[in-house]
């Protein structure tokens, strides 16, 4: 790239260059050199781009996701037999995104290259003009009418025209941006499957991986708005007390995310107000509103830089029955 733009320089100095070199010939030789480079250019673009289907199809190997491993698959053979993006883009999404990247730089690879084009235009153009004064001057009224034709003919050239067209319809994107796969890729991490080094059981026991921890089925998947919560932590606290259940997250995430709730089969019954609370290493980050019979799931996002411990707690400042804690899928970025 840096080689295009000291092009500009290069053609800015054409009048020293020795005279015996021919106006075309320079110009000839600086759209050789722009050509040259913008090949180069978009021939590592695509060695990126290759690179980053390919780790694309790895990360999905680790998650074990079949649908993005043969997208990304398809596409990494698809593109060794047509490179470029073609239109539509490719779903899925995090496939949409490495090739929205890649079609950004193509962009600032050909508008270097026309914008290259445009200069050395301008720049042959000024020599025209010169050896057109001096033929008028010498009185070659006939060779100087022949060049100003030479001249309105070039200026509308098909590859000056397209250069033209390209600039105008393609916006420059934004600097310093590479071909990345993105996070999304990755499957979520639930907080119901990360380590649990302490507990202070409630009414029954701590509930894991959508998994009931009170009542006679206590295996039984909890429930809220009629959907089975297959990733959540069920926390029942006991009378006038709390329960809590700590996991491990060794500084490794930055932030939680998730509902709280009370299981579906709670709300006829419960007569109590519940409260849910968490702590990063023993300090109160969040706590919810009181939750009561009919309340709504209240969502939480908090942020967890170098959290050690996470702690989820309920609190029931009263009665206890029927206070089916939950909460719903929590998950760790």
């Not at 694309?56 to 698809?78: P, Y």
């Not at 200069?119 to 010169?130: F, G, H, K, S, Y």
């Not at 202070?200 to 998947?221: E, F, Q, T």
């Not at 996991?247 to 409260?275: D, P």
């Amino acid at each position: 790239m840096k080689r295009i733009l000291s092009l500009t320089l290069t053609l800015l100095l054409l009048p020293l260059i020795a005279q015996e070199e021919d106006t075309r010939v320079l110009y000839e030789k600086a759209m050789s050199r722009l050509e040259t480079e913008r090949d180069l250019a978009l021939l590592r673009l695509g060695t990126q781009y290759r690179g980053a289907l390919e780790r694309g199809m790895q990360r999905a190997v680790q998650a074990g996701n079949l649908d993005l491993l043969t997208a990304f698959d398809a596409e990494n053979k698809r593109f060794q037999d047509n490179p470029g993006i073609p239109e539509p883009l490719s779903e899925p999404e995090p496939l949409v995104l490495i090739q929205q990247t890649y079609l950004q730089q193509e962009i600032q690879i050909r508008r270097t290259y026309f914008t290259g084009t445009l200069n050395a235009a301008a720049e042959w153009d000024r020599q025209l003009q010169l050896q057109e004064k001096e033929l008028v001057q010498g009185g070659e009224v006939e060779k100087a009418m022949a060049l100003r034709e030479e001249r309105k003919s070039f200026s509308g050239s098909e590859a000056l025209e397209e250069a033209r067209s390209y600039l105008s319809s393609h916006e420059l994107p934004q600097q310093g941006q590479s071909i990345r796969v993105p996070v999304r890729l990755q499957e979520p991490t639930f907080l119901s499957e990360m380590p649990l080094v302490g507990k202070k059981k409630g009414h029954g026991d701590i509930g894991l991986n959508g998994k009931r921890g009170w009542g006679r089925a206590r295996r039984d998947v909890t429930r809220s708005q009629g959907k089975k919560v297959e990733h959540g932590v069920s926390i029942h606290p006991p009378k006038e007390g709390n329960a809590y259940a700590d996991f491990e997250l060794g500084g490794k995430y930055s932030q939680l995310s998730g509902k709280v709730a009370l299981n579906a089969n709670a709300n006829k019954m419960i007569g109590e107000t519940v409260f849910f609370r968490i702590y990063s290493d023993g300090k109160k980050i969040w706590e919810s509103e009181a939750f009561q019979k009919g309340s709504e799931p209240q969502e939480f996002k908090v942020q967890l830089p170098g959290t050690q411990v996470l702690r989820l707690e309920t609190y029931c400042p009263g009665v206890h029955h029927a206070a089916h804690a939950l909460f719903i899928d929590p998950v760790l970025r």
